[in-house]
């Protein structure tokens, strides 16, 4: 199945764009504050007042020193359908003061939001602290019941998908990844999303039927401990018959073709006993159900004395009859051990029994697997081809959000900052433009803020670039290219070209792209190097300035 434009399939009215994936998204998912906001606005005659917000975050997740960019797809559909219904309003109004005025709620009944501009980083982007995801500018009554949802949208969607980033880094990319985190994930919306979002950090396949269905994502699975406990013996397989994959004849009695490659597999290997019969029963009907992709959960019983041994019976079977097995999935024990095992198991049958490429079978492992497992797999060595991954993957187990937070640049063309004795929480005031600056080698060097009237950084020009707070930290850069990040990705009123919505496929390998543009030692898992961000030094001398016009000045008696 291939991957294809995000959503369902009905076309919205407003601007060809379908609504959210998740119809719970809507104007009251949201905080309370950001209405009684609206209404203090409103009541102030503020409302319409032209404001500039920048959502952002200020540090990288996981102890790494990348974030992957997602879920701005999913904003521009909610931007795009913005509209309180009566109901909507009515239950706004319950909520509110019995003092708020009537009129307050004839505005929201016309409110939407034709007038506010979107301008943001492309989707699958690998990004940084502090530079702008998007920069939402519009009247401040509208933008401001704006934040909770964008936040919302964006915070789990980068974090999953930076987590998929991770673990696709430490797999390598010959290693196929499967999510498989449904189950476990934070109810329906928190597994659908993981994932999308999954698959766009760089995983090839969820076992997600809804999200297959929805985003066109490959599916993947087998069959569970269940289905082979749920046999008794081979006598439960009443019809027998397989025809051949070419069609030319039928095989009557497949059950016994079984029976007899577990004999001769018995007597080449001689290491086990008699197999479970009840396991040999389920991977015989299951491979009788899909003989063009039989792939086992071998460790019911024991994973090298019978679940391998029956498994390679069953698929020497369907090899006789034309078809080709597709491997064995491990979801317990030692995997680096059992996976070399298995793997020596494959290449003696290829060996004897003259089966190419039956010792290339593809190994898939499972059970609560993380970073930091794959790691150790690594380290120890094994032979897993594929690894489906779960918790610890959509749950986010390592670390719980992002950060994103939504911060008021700019009013009325009135630069502001938000101070605070954590420098980290400082906001960077003004709108403001941002770059990527490309060295020599072709990595990213920098990227820097300037102010939105500067000039751009040129290809070849030498250009001060500052660390936004610390006054000694700062270098010169002379960029071999530079990338401009911001896009306007919904115009309002402007009149400006909106962007095209990738589809998620095309934003998958985005992200995989630009991982592989990154320098090592930023990547590294590791104490990785910090990506440098910086600001323009006109700015920095302006955030300085604004920093002690607003700063109350203490007096001492």
């Not at 076992?207 to 269940?226: M, Y």
């Not at 024991?302 to 034309?322: E, K, Q, T, Y």
């Not at 993957?393 to 640049?409: E, M």
């Not at 502001?416 to 433009?433: F, H």
Request: proline residues 5%; glycine residues 8%.
């Amino acid at each position: 199945m291939e991957a294809k434009n995000n959503g369902p399939s009905e076309r919205a009215s407003n601007g060809g764009i379908d609504g959210p994936t998740n119809p719970m998204v809507t104007p009251l998912l949201n905080d309370l504050y950001q209405f009684t906001m609206a209404y203090a606005y409103w009541k102030a005659g503020k409302h319409q007042e032209r404001a500039v917000f920048d959502l952002y975050f200020r540090k990288n997740p996981f102890g790494g020193e990348y974030t992957v960019f997602s879920g701005l797809e999913e904003c521009i559909r909610f931007i795009a359908n913005f509209k309180l219904t009566e109901d909507d309003i009515d239950f706004v109004r319950q909520s509110l003061s019995t003092s708020c005025e009537d009129e307050f709620f004839d505005y929201l009944r016309g409110l939407d939001c034709s007038d506010v501009e979107v301008y943001a980083i492309t989707e699958g982007s690998v990004v940084f602290p502090k530079i702008p995801l998007l920069r939402v500018e519009g009247p401040i009554a509208a933008v401001q019941l704006l934040e909770t949802p964008f936040v919302n949208l964006i915070n789990f969607a980068s974090l999953v998908s930076t987590n998929a980033a991770r673990h696709r880094k430490v797999a390598g990319k010959s290693k196929t990844l499967l999510e498989f985190g449904l189950r476990r994930a934070q109810g329906p919306d928190g597994g659908v999303g993981a994932s999308k979002y999954c698959y766009l950090g760089g995983f090839d396949a969820t076992s997600n039927v809804a999200a297959g269905k929805l985003f066109g994502i490959p599916l993947r699975g087998t069959h569970s401990h269940a289905f082979v406990s749920s046999y008794m013996s081979l006598d439960e397989i009443t019809d027998k018959s397989l025809r051949r994959k070419d069609g030319s004849s039928t095989c009557e009695d497949f059950v016994s073709i079984v029976q007899t490659w577990l004999s001769k597999i018995k007597l080449l290997k001689g290491v086990f006993g008699e197999t479970n019969q009840s396991e040999l029963a389920a991977f015989t009907s299951y491979a009788l159900a899909f003989p063009d992709n039989f792939l086992a959960l071998v460790d019911t019983y024991d994973v090298m004395r019978s679940g391998i041994p029956n498994f390679c019976a069953v698929a020497l079977a369907l090899g006789d009859l034309g078809y080709k097995a597709a491997g064995i999935r491990l979801d317990s024990g030692d995997l680096a051990y059992l996976s070399c095992e298995a793997r020596k198991f494959f290449c003696s049958i290829e060996n004897e029994f003259k089966v190419p490429g039956f010792g290339k079978l593809i190994i898939t492992a499972s059970n609560d697997l993380n970073e930091e497992t794959l790691d150790a797999l690594n380290k120890q060595g094994h032979e897993v081809d594929a690894f489906g991954i779960g918790t610890y993957l959509v749950t986010c187990y390592a670390q719980a959000a992002l950060g994103v937070v939504f911060k008021l640049v700019e009013i009325n063309n009135q630069p502001r900052i938000k101070l605070s004795e954590d420098v980290s929480k400082v906001s960077i005031p003004c709108k403001k433009r941002s770059y990527r600056l490309f060295g020599k080698e072709g990595y990213p060097l920098v990227d820097i803020m300037t102010g939105e009237n500067e000039p751009s950084p040129k290809v070849g020009e030498r250009i001060l670039c500052r660390h936004p707070f610390q006054e000694s930290k700062r270098a010169y850069v002379v960029p071999q290219r530079v990338e401009e990040l911001l896009r306007c990705y919904w115009p309002g009123k402007s009149g400006k070209t909106r962007e095209t919505l990738p589809p998620l496929k095309e934003m998958r390998e985005r992200c995989i792209n630009q991982l592989e543009q990154m320098r090592p030692d930023h990547m590294r898992k590791l104490n990785p190097t910090p990506y440098k961000v910086s600001v323009s030094a006109k700015l920095y001398d302006f955030i300085h300035f604004l920093w002690l016009n607003e700063a109350p000045v203490v007096e001492l008696e």
